[in-house]
């Protein structure tokens, strides 16, 4: 077969989920490629679902009818299913059951780790004959945060990795639980945190830093936190870090107490970053470093990181989150199934993945809708924008990840002082303090930014020299997530710019993503014209068209909106009588009882499970108990008629706080030191948050295999299932300066 198709996807439901098909012909070396994130077909955010209306529209772009033509599905894994650790349960066991109702050889989906599909998607990409790879995210595979890979003759190779507590485990818990800006509100923390450097020190972040080691088990005390806690009893719901908890109901709040805190989240990210630079070049020793991972979304950590270290050239993938994991899967699945695949027959000079809607498909809703219309070109596009109108702009392919880069933009005068507010409050409806970015012309780039390098993915934060000129898109600390385009990248943007600076002198138009609060960036024309009608956006650019709002007669917005609803529900049925062998809610109802089951068992008994055969196979042996006393006398308390024949002594670790109040402690034999700790016959590892750190202290003092691990990466601390069962309380349970009574 000449022609070879490998598409990608998530192997669970992820918010990011998606889909990737990477088109190879054998005779002429030829790679093509399509993209796109499942919210933008569905129109619903952070979705996590299976991602049907992705797959298919990639399919659509190569004119494959059904999945006989692919070769290969690449996904990434998970150890085991962890439903009930995040996300919708719902979700997750639907997409179970889609997945194994996937109308394609199972021997032929292959699954790859996460970490590895973030790094294929950064350096297959990239430029780079060899580099670096930092991959920092929330999670992995296996629990991994950080991993460092290097890139060298087409082959990626794992040099090291670090599980647990990471920067991006940190900063998710602070962006969720203290700011309470939800899911993927990482970006809102980071365009709040220049607000905070005045009232810096408002929570306490002691990281250790240790090679690729950037340990935050001290700052993410689990107990107790927990998703279960809150599933059970919204009330219960805890605060994870040890501070006091107020709620941001104020959109535009900016008291001295939230900005402090994403100043010190946002600084310390700034610093691991910028070791981990260091680190993983004391490794490789290259001058060059590719980064993925939802972490490498921190634009700012990013130009930090590359100052600070002795990199010479950084590539930072677009889709660095895991929108981007469908494609690093497919373009694994290719540099490892087919032979003498180069890395240069990647093209990838633009992130512009997606459809490239026609005239004639735009030309047929305008006229459905009786919607009145003109010609658009460059210089009128410019013209206006130099008035002061708000252009949205749907044309050309659409891009891949997060950030607009002109073809599904909202574009407008940086120069208007006034500009930011206008639009953050009538057109984006979202937090005051939110900045926009500027578009440069890219030879123009020096000039207005401390910026050595392009930047054409909006990746790289940098000062601006000429503020006052552009103060819409700059900062209040003086910055800019900067945007460069040339020709080569972006034509038509390019050509607006250039004619906006002959008007202005100014080669700068700010850029912001063409969508409402709340919403994904729009896709298509029909996305795009609803966004339109439903925000203050003066003009919307549809390819070669121009509608304006003065022109526009009253439409029913409703009306619009059922029938793009009827569209994609219409569709979807097409889709999953293409893809899916029969599916029947009475089947699912079977299979999410079990797959329910089976995540409880791995989540919670199977921990529990394993001390009762432990204990029950151990009579008469002695046993030590290494850890926090909090978790000791969880045990104690849950496994006490065990104890009878049992030779039980507990050391308790230094430094590791007790948060749990105790009446009627067990009566535990302690030891002050670990001299004896061979003649010990089995070492249980007490703890939940630091199980993997006192597995490496101790395992130079015993044999390793008298260790006991408790827990594995599916499950969740035995406090929490003690705390569900014997907390009846309907007030909080966690406050600052309290501890939690156990009664």
């Known amino acids: 077969m000449t022609i070879k198709y490998y598409l990608g996807i998530q192997s669970y439901?992820?918010?990011?989920?998606?889909?990737?098909?990477?088109?190879?012909?054998?005779?002429?070396?030829?790679?093509?490629?399509?993209?796109?994130?499942?919210?933008?077909?569905?129109?619903?955010?952070?979705?996590?679902?299976?991602?049907?209306?992705?797959?298919?529209?990639?399919?659509?772009?190569?004119?494959?009818?059904?999945?006989?033509?692919?070769?290969?599905?690449?996904?990434?894994?998970?150890?085991?299913?962890?439903?009930?650790?995040?996300?919708?349960?719902?979700?997750?066991?639907?997409?179970?059951?889609?997945?194994?109702?996937?109308?394609?050889?199972?021997?032929?989906?292959?699954?790859?780790?996460?970490?590895?599909?973030?790094?294929?998607?950064?350096?297959?990409?990239?430029?780079?004959?060899?580099?670096?790879?930092?991959?920092?995210?929330?999670?992995?595979?296996?629990?991994?945060?950080?991993?460092?890979?290097?890139?060298?003759?087409?082959?990626?190779?794992?040099?090291?990795?670090?599980?647990?507590?990471?920067?991006?485990?940190?900063?998710?818990?602070?962006?969720?639980?203290?700011?309470?800006?939800?899911?993927?509100?990482?970006?809102?923390?980071?365009?709040?945190?220049?607000?905070?450097?005045?009232?810096?020190?408002?929570?306490?972040?002691?990281?250790?830093?240790?090679?690729?080691?950037?340990?935050?088990?001290?700052?993410?005390?689990?107990?107790?936190?927990?998703?279960?806690?809150?599933?059970?009893?919204?009330?219960?719901?805890?605060?994870?870090?040890?501070?006091?908890?107020?709620?941001?109901?104020?959109?535009?709040?900016?008291?001295?107490?939230?900005?402090?805190?994403?100043?010190?989240?946002?600084?310390?990210?700034?610093?691991?970053?910028?070791?981990?630079?260091?680190?993983?070049?004391?490794?490789?020793?290259?001058?060059?470093?590719?980064?993925?991972?939802?972490?490498?979304?921190?634009?700012?950590?990013?130009?930090?990181?590359?100052?600070?270290?002795?990199?010479?050239?950084?590539?930072?993938?677009?889709?660095?989150?895991?929108?981007?994991?469908?494609?690093?899967?497919?373009?694994?699945?290719?540099?490892?199934?087919?032979?003498?695949?180069?890395?240069?027959?990647?093209?990838?000079?633009?992130?512009?993945?997606?459809?490239?809607?026609?005239?004639?498909?735009?030309?047929?809703?305008?006229?459905?809708?009786?919607?009145?219309?003109?010609?658009?070109?460059?210089?009128?596009?410019?013209?206006?924008?130099?008035?002061?109108?708000?252009?949205?702009?749907?044309?050309?392919?659409?891009?891949?990840?997060?950030?607009?880069?002109?073809?599904?933009?909202?574009?407008?005068?940086?120069?208007?002082p006034k500009m930011r507010n206008y639009l953050n409050k009538n057109v984006k409806h979202r937090e005051m303090f939110r900045p926009f970015a500027p578009v440069i012309l890219e030879e123009k780039n020096s000039e207005y930014f401390d910026l050595k390098q392009p930047s054409p993915y909006m990746l790289l934060v940098a000062k601006s020299h000429k503020a006052k000129l552009i103060p819409s898109a700059i900062h209040v600390d003086n910055t800019a997530r900067v945007q460069t385009v040339n020709t080569k990248q972006n034509l038509n943007l390019y050509n607006i710019i250039k004619n906006f600076y002959k008007l202005t002198g100014v080669p700068v138009i700010l850029n912001t993503s063409f969508n409402d609060a709340g919403e994904p960036m729009v896709e298509s024309p029909l996305d795009s014209l609803i966004c339109f009608l439903q925000t203050k956006i003066d003009c919307l650019i549809l390819n070669d068209f121009m509608i304006e709002k003065k022109n526009i007669k009253k439409l029913s917005i409703k009306n619009i909106l059922n029938y793009r609803k009827n569209l994609i529900s219409g569709k979807e049925r097409k889709i999953i009588r293409n893809l899916m062998k029969p599916l029947s809610m009475k089947e699912f109802k079977i299979k999410k009882k079990l797959y329910t089951k089976e995540a409880i068992f791995f989540a919670i008994k199977n921990s529990k499970n394993k001390l009762k055969n432990l204990f029950s196979n151990l009579k008469n042996k002695k046993i030590l108990l290494v850890g926090s006393n909090d978790h000791t006398i969880i045990i104690c308390k849950m496994f006490k008629k065990y104890f009878k024949n049992l030779d039980l002594s507990f050391y308790n670790l230094p430094n590791k706080n007790d948060f749990l109040k105790v009446k009627n402690k067990p009566n535990l034999k302690k030891i002050s030191n670990l001299n004896k700790i061979n003649s010990y016959d089995k070492i249980i590892i007490s703890s939940f948050e630091f199980q993997r750190d006192i597995v490496d202290f101790i395992s130079e003092k015993v044999n390793k295999d008298k260790i006991f691990q408790i827990y594995d990466n599916s499950s969740r601390s035995l406090m929490d299932s003690f705390l569900i069962k014997n907390i009846h309380t309907k007030k909080r349970i966690y406050k600052f300066g309290t501890q939690t009574k156990i009664i």
């Open 13 to 416: 439901a992820n918010h990011d989920c998606g889909a990737s098909i990477v088109k190879y012909n054998t005779k002429s070396k030829k790679i093509d490629y399509v993209c796109i994130s499942e919210e933008r077909l569905i129109r619903k955010k952070y979705p996590y679902t299976f991602p049907i209306h992705s797959i298919n529209y990639c399919m659509e772009h190569f004119k494959l009818k059904n999945l006989n033509r692919i070769n290969y599905i690449i996904s990434d894994w998970i150890k085991i299913k962890r439903w009930l650790r995040s996300g919708p349960s719902y979700n997750y066991s639907m997409f179970d059951y889609f997945k194994e109702k996937f109308n394609f050889p199972q021997k032929k989906i292959i699954q790859i780790d996460h970490h590895l599909a973030h790094a294929a998607s950064v350096y297959y990409t990239s430029k780079f004959k060899e580099s670096a790879i930092l991959i920092v995210d929330g999670l992995g595979s296996d629990l991994e945060t950080t991993t460092f890979y290097m890139g060298q003759n087409n082959k990626i190779k794992e040099i090291k990795k670090y599980k647990d507590h990471g920067i991006g485990t940190a900063y998710g818990a602070v962006t969720n639980h203290i700011l309470n800006l939800g899911t993927g509100g990482e970006g809102k923390t980071m365009g709040l945190a220049p607000y905070g450097k005045k009232y810096k020190n408002q929570i306490k972040i002691k990281v250790k830093l240790n090679g690729i080691k950037n340990d935050f088990s001290e700052f993410m005390k689990r107990n107790p936190l927990s998703d279960t806690l809150n599933q059970i009893n919204p009330n219960l719901r805890p605060n994870p870090i040890k501070v006091k908890h107020r709620y941001c109901k104020n959109k535009n709040h900016l008291s001295k107490y939230f900005s402090g805190v994403a100043y010190d989240i946002q600084d310390t990210a700034e610093k691991v970053m910028s070791h981990l630079g260091k680190e993983i070049y004391k490794d490789t020793k290259s001058k060059n470093i590719c980064i993925a991972g939802g972490v490498a979304l921190n634009s700012v950590a990013n130009k930090k990181l590359l100052d600070k270290s002795k990199f010479k050239n950084i590539f930072v993938f677009p889709a660095c989150s895991d929108a981007g994991i469908p494609f690093g899967a497919a373009l694994w699945g290719l540099f490892n199934f087919e032979k003498n695949v180069k890395k240069h027959q990647v093209n990838f000079d633009n992130a512009y993945t997606g459809r490239n809607y026609s005239n004639e498909s735009i030309l047929e809703i305008l006229k459905k809708f009786k919607i009145n219309y003109s010609k658009a070109d460059e210089k009128l596009i410019a013209k206006y924008i130099s008035q002061g109108k708000v252009i949205g702009r749907c044309a050309g392919k659409s891009e891949y990840g997060p950030r607009a880069l002109g073809n599904r933009s909202i574009l407008a005068d940086a120069r208007n």
